[in-house]
């Protein structure tokens, strides 16, 4: 997938632990996001960054948190984990008409 | 509403032609895409088509879009078993970031 790197692949986390997900492209696109899938729902956004040191919320952002201070890097962090952020996350990289995506991170909260 | 539909399932014969179709709601789309996703496996951008367009063709993938309509197809010509895999379409919108909204996937089995 094109440049853009997520890690981990797999993470547990016990409720309440944090950890941040980590997400790297080396295209210099602006616009970077990040959406999390679930079964029968298809992708949610959950932020997005049309730059460095711009970020907005998607339509699910509530327990994440994302920051930009480089236009490589759009981490996001998990404060407190919680069992519905269970979830396959990835991240996306977009310019022009092309829009990239990561392998994922298959997180489990239990 | 916002929703990308798209039907939930599609066999074909190895071989022959596979068409996947999506149905999606905004007028002000500017870019919409197909992506295959493997089991366990991330996003695979297979193409994507500008909103001014009709068709595409790349390889065995031919995309058609009806505006009017707003229906988006994706054709796999010879389909072969390393085709089966679940498909989306997405829709991109100008503004608030270039969201992707996406269909649900179309979950595609190639028989022998």
């Known amino acids: 997938n094109a440049g853009v790197t997520q890690t981990p692949k797999f993470q547990v986390l016990k409720t309440g632990q944090s950890m941040t997900l980590q997400c790297a492209q080396d295209m210099n696109h602006e616009y970077m996001s990040w959406y999390r899938q679930d079964p029968g729902m298809g992708l949610r956004l959950i932020h997005y960054?049309?730059?460095?040191?711009?970020?907005d919320q998607g339509e699910v952002p509530n327990g994440y948190n994302v920051s930009r201070s480089t236009t490589e890097d759009f981490p996001l962090r998990l404060l407190s984990a919680a069992p519905s952020q269970t979830s396959v996350y990835f991240c996306?990289?977009?310019?022009?008409?092309?829009?990239?995506f990561g392998q994922g991170t298959r997180l489990t909260v239990v | 509403g916002e929703d990308v539909e798209q039907s939930l399932f599609l066999s074909v014969r190895e071989g022959d032609s596979s068409v996947i179709n999506c149905t999606y709601t905004d007028s002000s789309s500017t870019y919409l895409y197909w992506y295959k996703q493997e089991p366990g496996a991330g996003l695979q951008l297979l193409t994507y088509?500008?909103?001014?367009?009709d068709m595409k063709q790349d390889q065995r993938l031919t995309v058609l879009l009806n505006k009017k309509d707003k229906h988006l197809s994706l054709r796999i010509a010879d389909t072969q078993t390393g085709d089966s895999a679940i498909y989306f379409c997405?829709?991109?919108?100008?503004?608030?970031?270039?969201?992707?909204?996406f269909g649900t996937g179309t979950q595609l089995k190639v028989e022998l």
């Open positions: 088509i500008f909103s001014n367009m």
């Open positions: 997405a829709e991109r919108r100008a503004g608030g970031g270039n969201k992707l909204t």
């Open positions: 996306a990289s977009i310019t022009g008409g092309e829009a990239f």
């Open positions: 960054s049309v730059g460095a040191g711009i970020t």
